[in-house]
């Protein structure tokens, strides 16, 4: 529980980063969050979702913030061809931090060490 790692101070920081989000999910996060914390949304929720469900007394009090992030906030038509140029010429080193790599056909063991945590970033390799 994150009250007792952090003996009741909370996090700096949340990140909400899920497929599909909605207005119930701010809350929850805002809740990990100190003093002054901040709450990152990544995940998109469908247009007609005009609901935010939030403590307003807390939000207020405590000065928290709920900011939202698409890419990071980069330029993805700038950003990410320059990433692949630092790639492509040995400048950014993403090979490095792959720990696994898995065939479709061993999914399955890929979830498996994914969950036993002796895989942090595993990837699946399609063969052409």
Known sequence: MIS????GVMADSAILTVGLSNGQMLQPALDLV???????ATGLAPWE???ADLRLTEFILWQKELRGSL???CNPQADIPRLLGLYRTGQLKL???ITNRYSI???NLGYE???DGTNIRGI????H
Do not use: C, P, Q, S
């Not at 007792?4 to 003996?7: A, G, K, N």
């Open 105 to 107: 056909d061993d999914i």
């Open 49 to 51: 979702d005009h609901v």
């Open 34 to 40: 100190r003093k002054g914390g901040v709450v990152v």
């Open 113 to 115: 060490h994914m969950l």
């Open 95 to 97: 090979d490095e931090l």
């Open 4 to 7: 007792d790692l952090t003996r």
């Open 124 to 127: 699946i390799v399609h063969e």
């Open 71 to 73: 890419y990071g906030a």
